[in-house]
């Protein structure tokens, strides 16, 4: 009697010895199918047009650009002035964070810009933890969205060419000329270069921009000495590139930047109180000497540097591509240039984002 007993109680502890390996196992399984991956770093948002699938990728002129809440307004003027001066197929990818994803929906659907071709993207700025130390010198310069040119790959779209836009940007010209830019076999990339501005170098030396690596990178360090970069060399502006996305995977550019990015925090190499912020440096490095040169014309830039300096109307003319970058953006006042901004402008439905003016002007 007692050994049929025994015998029972260990019927049962090894069902429930076989049940606990079947938790444990199950859990195990669930818990790598939900350990999050990189490309959960972004998240797309329901949007009512969905990325194209049945156009072939190369015939569709793929834009990235990124709205935050405080800057709505600026980002769908550039959206306007690209989707009016052009005939091509464009679709844009915004980007935000969580709090701007209804507000830019809403941007969108109030207005005239419903009949664009879009889709939301939401970024998650926990990517960028040990990578970015905080900086009093230019906070605006340390928000999330000024980062997420560093993970283009991670967006998941279908297209191998994307084109990247500030939200300080009018495109003047025909956006497809741009995306259509012959990039050399081995770069990933084109930017402008800043010694290709011949016309406008005096401009840029008046109100002390730099043209140089010298201006962005801290060649006390002997981390910057020992990168090999000629601090004479020239620099570049990444408000406005052309990506190729598999030679950026291929290259792992992504994983390049955020090294950039993780040796700075742990001993300053650069800082926002230089020249191009902490966004700039990065890029810098990683494609010094590896990028295809743009037509100047396509990054008429520095037109937020000073609030008195002016470019000729013949270069404003010229110009497909006009960039706001610095602190005296056309939406605020003082500014240069606002007219060619403003006319770009489609007022913000909600009603938050609004255009700063003189009294003279109301």
């Known amino acids: 009697m007692r050994r049929s007993s025994l015998q029972s109680v260990q019927r049962v502890l090894l069902v429930l010895l076989v049940l606990l390996v079947c938790l444990l196992l199950r859990d195990t399984f669930l818990g790598a199918s939900a350990r999050p991956k990189l490309s959960d770093k972004w998240k797309n948002v ?36 690209v989707y009016s001066n052009t005939d091509a197929d464009v679709f844009f990818y915004i980007v935000t964070l969580r709090d701007a994803v209804a507000l830019t929906r809403y941007y969108i659907q109030s207005t005239s810009l419903q ?7 939401e970024f998650n700025p926990m990517v960028l933890r040990g990578k970015v130390k905080p900086d009093s010198s230019r906070p605006d310069l340390l928000h999330p969205l000024n980062f997420v040119r560093f993970y283009l790959p991670l967006l998941a779209i279908p297209h191998r060419r994307v084109i990247y836009l500030d939200d300080d940007i009018i495109v003047q010209g025909d956006i497809l000329n741009l995306f259509k830019v012959k990039l050399h076999p081995e770069h990933a990339a084109a930017f402008a270069s800043d010694c290709d501005l011949p016309s406008t170098h005096e401009m840029v030396r008046s109100i002390g921009m730099q043209t140089t690596y010298m201006g962005f990178l801290d060649y ?4 910057v000495k020992d990168l090999g970069i000629n601090p004479s060399d020239c620099s570049f502006n990444p408000g406005v590139f052309v990506a190729d996305l598999t030679r950026w995977k291929k290259q792992k550019i992504t994983k390049l930047l955020e090294t950039c990015m993780e040796e700075n925090f742990r001993l300053n190499i650069y800082s926002s109180a230089m020249a191009g912020g902490v966004a700039t440096p990065p890029m810098l490095i990683v494609f010094h000497n ?6 100047p014309r396509w990054h008429v830039r520095h037109l937020g540097w000073s609030p008195d300096a002016r470019y000729p109307d013949s270069v404003l003319k010229e ?15 003082p500014a240069v240039h606002s007219d060619l901004w403003e006319k770009w402008f489609i007022p913000d439905p909600s009603g938050r984002f609004l255009l700063v003016r003189p009294e003279s002007d109301r």
């Open 46 to 81: 329901n949007s009512p047009a969905k990325a194209p699938t049945e156009t072939p990728a190369q015939d569709v002129v793929s834009v990235v650009i990124c709205a935050s809440e405080d800057r709505l307004g600026a980002t769908m003027a550039t959206i306007n002035s």
């Open 115 to 121: 009949g664009i071709k879009y889709q939301i993207l």
């Open 220 to 223: 006390r360090k002997q981390e």
């Open 290 to 295: 590896k990028y295809t040169k743009l037509d």
């Open 319 to 333: 110009a497909q591509l006009l960039h706001w970058n610095g602190p005296f953006k056309p939406w605020k006042y």
